[in-house]
């Protein structure tokens, strides 16, 4: 097979039907093995720190087996300049996402605390969220792509509120607001029958109730709900921000989709490490404004994707160092 099979569009695009069936079938299979393995521990305790270390630590090992296997698979078709861009191109994306999804992850920890969320139902929350997630992710990055295909100008749009994005991060980074005083919650109180109650009468933790014959939602309901919306809100900065690192459809959701597989694994690790790594919002708002002005400056200067991939990781080392080494700096 030569590169001269592949689609002739101004972003060339590796994506093939044969490639999206094997991606979606191994998403599908990860899917049941983070079902039936990653698992609360029956005395109901969180997830060890160990536990989910080891589990986040399999997630990157499958990503890059599977980058691996692009690799080969690009090599062996379209020859070795393609394959070392494209694999490029899904290791910087499968970073940058990983680490804007530190973010998320935060406001989760938020979210379960002020609904006080026990560790079991944490767990099921969570992979409900990841599949929904990954749904709502897949169409907004087939249409963002659609989007980029049809008016390549919108790049300059993305930038722009990246890089707002990016400033307002650095200065409100410390601005956390109650999710019960939030606008989605008062809307859900309105609109939807609550109850206070989170159990049936077996002691069953639910999230629908049913009462004299009434239906009512469970706070862990709403929680599911805050959960959902809080991803689709930090994608509309997370997946501009990949098409900053490439406009391949394909590349795009293979880096999104397996990042935010391994997001529960990440969220049990950084909920005990999320005092010690207090400086990462500033990591993430840095990374934002450098992506925002490289969009920004398409036609000025291409920023090398080696450079992107290597700033990146600097940030996210140097902050991570800092606090731990400073525990006290800019508390």
């Known amino acids: 097979m030569s590169l001269a099979s592949l689609p002739t569009t101004e972003a060339l695009s590796i994506g093939s039907p044969t490639l999206y069936a094997i991606f979606f079938s191994i ?158 919650y008062r809307f859900l109180q309105k609109h939807l029958r609550l109850t206070d109650e989170t159990h049936d009468a077996s002691g069953q933790e639910r999230f629908v109730l049913i009462k004299n014959g009434v239906k009512y939602f469970t706070p862990f309901a709403v929680v599911l709900v805050l959960v959902e919306l809080s991803d689709v809100i930090f994608a509309v900065d997370s997946i501009p921000a990949i098409f900053a690192v490439t406009t391949d459809p394909f590349i795009v959701l293979t880096a999104n989709l397996l990042a935010i597989l391994g997001l529960r694994a990440m969220f049990f690790l950084l909920s005990g490490l999320a005092d010690k790594f207090h400086l990462l919002p500033y990591a993430l708002s840095v990374i934002l404004i450098f992506i925002g002005t490289k969009m920004l400056l398409l036609d000025v200067f291409h920023v090398p994707m080696a450079i992107s991939l290597g700033f990146i990781v600097l940030v996210l080392t140097v902050t991570a160092f800092l606090s731990i080494k400073y525990p006290n700096l800019a508390k």
């Open 27 to 184: 998403v599908a299979i990860l899917l049941l093995v983070d079902f039936f393995t990653f698992k609360t521990p029956l005395n109901g305790e969180s997830v060890s720190m160990r536990q989910a270390g080891i589990w986040s630590a399999i997630w990157v090992g499958v990503s890059a087996l599977f980058a691996a296997g692009l690799w080969w698979y690009l090599q062996q078709n379209f020859g070795i300049s393609l394959a070392n861009q494209k694999v490029t191109e899904f290791v910087t994306g499968y970073l940058l996402e990983k680490s804007l999804a530190i973010d998320n992850v935060f406001v989760w920890l938020m979210i379960f605390a002020a609904f006080a969320v026990s560790p079991a139902m944490q767990r099921k929350i969570l992979l409900y969220g990841v599949i929904g997630a990954i749904i709502m992710r897949t169409v907004m990055i087939f249409a963002g792509a659609w989007l980029v295909s049809e008016f390549s100008w919108i790049l300059y749009l993305f930038g722009a509120f990246l890089l707002y994005t990016g400033f307002k991060m650095w200065q409100n980074h410390d601005v956390q607001e109650d999710p019960k005083q939030s606008g989605i």
